[in-house]
């Protein structure tokens, strides 16, 4: 079994402060992980996935997440935050195993970027 | 372009009328899934496919079937809507397999209502 849980429905930050969004997992066999962003009115697309290459891993729009196996964690961190970053983000994990391929999202944290 | 497209993206319709809510995707995917996104519950998944004739339940089956009789579209039917079944469905698809993390891609959303 496996699951996913974000800390925070939602985060409000103010522009160019640091944008930190908390996932952890569970999972029985090595995952991978994986950060979307869904925009207002739009579906999700892909911000950065960790398929144990790196630990940190950067994607778009300036945002990066560092897998940390002994914490089960895969936070969503960026510098500073843009206007346009105001979204909700998702974190998933997806596993396979036993030829079957399962993936679990979170519940989502909408971000506010306050002016 | 790649991409996966849903039809129709907003509907409306009453108790117990059968409906069908298509999805495409031009990429030769393997896999697919049907997600529905319902405030403060994130995204749950209702069915996915791994191949051509092979479907299997995600974690809210009930009241919804679908069918994957090619390999490029994944309908979803609702054989007698519920008030309960409103929500927001998204299709999404990837190709599948170990040793590398496939992202999902996503359709742009169907909106459903049932009175």
């Known amino acids: 079994a496996q699951s996913v849980t974000q800390l925070g429905s939602h985060v409000s930050v103010s522009e160019g402060a640091l944008v930190l969004l908390r996932c952890n997992y569970s999972?029985?066999?090595?995952?991978?992980l994986f950060w979307y962003v869904q925009y207002p009115n739009q579906g999700l697309q892909l911000l950065l996935k960790?398929?144990?290459?790196?630990?940190l891993v950067k994607g778009i729009n300036g945002f990066e997440a560092e897998f940390k196996k002994s914490e089960t964690s895969f936070h969503l961190t960026k510098p500073s935050a843009h206007m346009s970053d105001a979204a909700e983000y998702f974190c998933?994990?997806?596993?396979?195993?036993?030829?079957?391929?399962?993936?679990?999202f979170g519940t989502g944290t909408k971000l506010q970027v306050i002016p | 372009e790649a991409q996966v497209t849903q039809n129709p993206r907003y509907l409306i319709t009453v108790t117990g009328k059968k409906l069908t809510v298509t999805c495409s995707q031009n990429?030769?995917?393997?896999?697919m899934s049907w997600y529905r996104q319902d405030p403060g519950l994130g995204l749950r998944q209702i069915y996915y496919?791994?191949?051509?004739?092979?479907?299997d339940k995600g974690d809210v089956p009930e009241g919804y079937k679908v069918s994957r009789k090619e390999k490029r579209n994944f309908p979803l039917i609702l054989e007698s809507p519920s008030p309960n079944q409103t929500s927001l469905y998204f299709c999404?698809?990837?190709?599948?397999?170990?040793?590398?993390?496939?992202?999902?891609?996503f359709g742009p959303g169907t909106r459903l209502t049932v009175t």
């Open positions: 960790y398929t144990s290459a790196a630990t």
């Open positions: 999404a698809s990837s190709l599948m397999g170990d040793a590398r993390g496939y992202e999902q891609y």
């Open positions: 990429m030769n995917h393997e896999y």
């Open positions: 998933a994990v997806s596993s396979f195993s036993g030829g079957y391929q399962k993936v679990t």
């Open positions: 496919s791994m191949n051509v004739e092979v479907t």
């Open positions: 999972s029985s066999v090595p995952p991978y």
